[in-house]
């Protein structure tokens, strides 16, 4: 069923811009990617974490743990691209 006149709750996200074999970069929100390899299984996330006006942008890695609630960080990039290795 489609909806010719539903209006759009939330902007839709931005791609994380990056490119790394193996994994998948999926939008949450703005500023949130969810890091997924390509059989499907959820590794973590990459969060825009300063993109203040003088500053640049920072990016925190944070891997999925065992029990698929908790994260843990694994630390602060300054590109996305530096982060999403993390994941490799």
Same mark, same amino acid.
């Given at each position: 069923? !489609?909806?010719?006149?539903?209006?759009?709750?939330?902007?839709?996200?931005?791609?994380?811009?990056? =490119?790394?074999?193996?994994?998948?970069?999926?939008?949450?929100?703005?500023?949130?990617?969810?890091?997924?390899?390509?059989?499907?299984?959820? +590794?973590?996330?990459?969060?825009? @974490?300063?993109?203040? !006006?003088?500053?640049?942008?920072?990016?925190? !890695?944070?891997? +999925?743990? @065992?029990?698929?609630?908790?994260?843990?960080? +694994?630390?602060?990039?300054?590109? !996305? =691209?530096? =982060?999403?290795?993390?994941?490799?």
């Amino acid at each position: 069923m !489609a909806y010719e006149h539903s209006t759009l709750i939330r902007p839709p996200s931005t791609p994380l811009g990056v =490119a790394v074999r193996g994994l998948e970069f999926v939008p949450v929100r703005g500023g949130l990617w969810r890091v997924s390899s390509a059989q499907g299984t959820i +590794l973590g996330q990459i969060e825009l @974490s300063a993109a203040d !006006a003088g500053r640049a942008s920072r990016f925190t !890695a944070r891997v +999925l743990l @065992s029990d698929g609630v908790r994260h843990s960080t +694994l630390g602060d990039f300054g590109s !996305a =691209a530096a =982060a999403a290795e993390c994941f490799r």
